[in-house]
């Protein structure tokens, strides 16, 4: 496959993590945020068990830091969150540098912050490492419902479409004139929204009478049955199984 | 004489809003022929085509292709006979990579594992296309797109390919290989449009859907060529075109 004809979040390459098959890591990324997730708050050292290993599967896949990094805006929301617990939470107050914060709210906050960030990093290193394509085979492979992958599967497929349609209209609205910004204009965006919406829904009328026409009857063929071997699932399940180890010595020393 | 490719007799289709499109289509195309259907916008058209492998059903009157009449137990089967291949390619192209896009087809007619291959690999190289296996759709160009519309319908092997205004949108240059990849398939064509030259380029025999019916049937150039037929059911050639003076291309 040739460069830059791929989707933004993936890497292209050839390291042993994009070697595995997709539902392994899939059911790995799953079984590794399990872990994560049920391990107590408290244990502060875990969680820097936790960033190590993902650093290690960072380094093995030769994902780059400052492409995670760059992913990782997508958290910006929970952060924000995270960081306004402590100031609005009750209970028992510290001083921290001169502010008087919630000593609940802080590992609260502490709590959502760190889960959040091992998720968000373990899920860039698995779409960084799996092509859309791939996972998408992964997900029929692991028995999600029809539904479901169809669904994923239209989305991957005409994300661009339709964002280049939006993108055609605005350029079609500021030919015409408009400058958007202030609230007045709302309507015309909204309008456009609406136009796009209706497109959309077309698209999918048609796109449905083309599957008929070559013979849909419900439910999309499996074209390609991912197998992996027992060494790949061993080698995978080192990440999930050192975190759950990690989790339970965090439980027992808690 | 053999069976024909596509036999249409007496098709009328109302839409559900009381809409009348089809009045009474009847037609013959046998095996190997390439036929253009012309008409203006709006003519029912596209209505036709989507009787052909049953998307509607017809009010009265039958389809019937290589035989085979197009009714409900016999639909997965005239669906692999009619191959369509609608006028937006992004339409037809929905799995995220041009070989499994083209797998799509045979693949529901229950073929898997080294034939489907075989067949997708032959399907896309009729349409000089087996290069591109690997690609996500979006990423060609829309001429290239269309000729991949046409290898997924080629895959299943279908009796007549039905082209719905496959000259739409597509550059001089890709409208030309687009030509040369219709013209060398060993298949029955139909092709609905209303771009005349590239009819007269393409299919030596046309039919014009006016008023519901087939009101002309005739050697392309023959059409062509009566300025009066032509404004009756508002067709008209593009400036500077003189069907007389345009080359015959060999079939």
């Known amino acids: ?254 | 004489m053999t069976v024909p490719s596509l036999e249409v007799r007496g098709l009328a289709f109302a839409y559900p809003d009381g809409h009348q499109a089809l009045f009474g289509v009847d037609m013959t195309i046998a095996r190997g022929e390439r036929v253009a259907l012309l008409g203006p916008n709006g003519a029912g058209k596209t209505t036709l085509v989507l009787h052909l492998n049953g998307i509607l059903t017809a009010g009265a009157g039958e389809v019937m292709v290589a035989g085979l009449p197009v009714a409900k137990e016999n639909l997965q089967e005239i669906r692999r006979r009619v191959g369509i291949v609608f006028q937006d390619p992004d339409d037809q192209l929905f799995m995220p990579t041009v070989r499994d896009d083209v797998a799509f087809g045979p693949a529901n007619l229950g073929i898997s594992g080294s034939e489907l291959d075989d067949r997708v690999h032959d399907a896309l190289d009729k349409v000089g296309m087996a290069e591109f296996a690997d690609r996500p759709p979006h990423h060609l160009s829309f001429g290239q797109r269309r000729r991949v519309a046409v290898a997924t319908v080629l895959a299943m092997g279908p009796e007549i390919l039905v082209l719905d205004e496959p000259s739409s949108n597509l550059d001089p240059a890709s409208r030309r290989e687009l030509a040369d990849v219709v013209r060398a398939l060993d298949v029955t064509v139909f092709m609905v449009t209303h771009d005349l030259p590239y009819a007269l380029e393409l299919c030596p025999r046309s039919m014009v859907l006016s008023g519901g019916v087939i009101a002309v049937d005739a050697p392309t150039r023959d059409l062509l060529t009566d300025d009066t037929l032509l404004a009756e059911h508002r067709l008209e050639l593009p400036f500077g075109f003189d069907p007389r003076s345009a080359p015959t291309v060999p079939a």
């Open chain 1, 1 to 254: 496959m040739a460069a830059g004809h791929v989707h933004k979040l993936y890497r292209h390459g050839h390291s042993p993590v994009h070697r595995l098959p997709a539902h392994v890591k899939v059911v790995t990324l799953l079984a590794f945020v399990i872990a994560v997730v049920a391990t107590p708050r408290e244990a502060f050292w875990a969680f820097g068990v936790y960033a190590a290993l993902l650093v290690t599967v960072a380094f093995i896949a030769r994902v780059p830091g400052t492409f995670i990094l760059r992913r990782m805006v997508v958290e910006i929301p929970f952060v924000v969150f995270a960081v306004l617990l402590p100031f609005i939470a009750g209970g028992e107050r510290v001083d921290v540098l001169g502010l008087s914060l919630s000593q609940e709210g802080l590992l609260a906050g502490w709590n959502i912050l760190a889960k959040g960030t091992l998720g968000v990093v373990a899920s860039i290193l698995l779409a960084a490492t799996t092509d859309a394509r791939a996972l998408l085979l992964a997900l029929q492979r692991l028995r999600v419902p029809p539904v479901l992958v169809e669904i994923t599967s239209f989305m991957v497929r005409y994300a661009d479409v339709i964002t280049d349609e939006m993108r055609r209209m605005k350029i079609a609205r500021e030919s015409r004139g408009f400058v958007g910004g202030s609230r007045k204009q709302l309507g015309v965006v909204a309008a456009s929204a609406g136009a796009l919406f209706i497109r959309s829904y077309e698209r999918g009328e048609r796109v449905h009478l083309a599957m008929l026409s070559r013979g849909y009857a419900g439910q999309l063929p499996v074209l390609e049955v991912q197998t992996a071997a027992a060494v790949q699932w061993a080698g995978a399940a080192l990440l999930p199984l050192t975190a759950l180890i990690v989790s339970v010595v965090a439980w027992i020393t808690l």
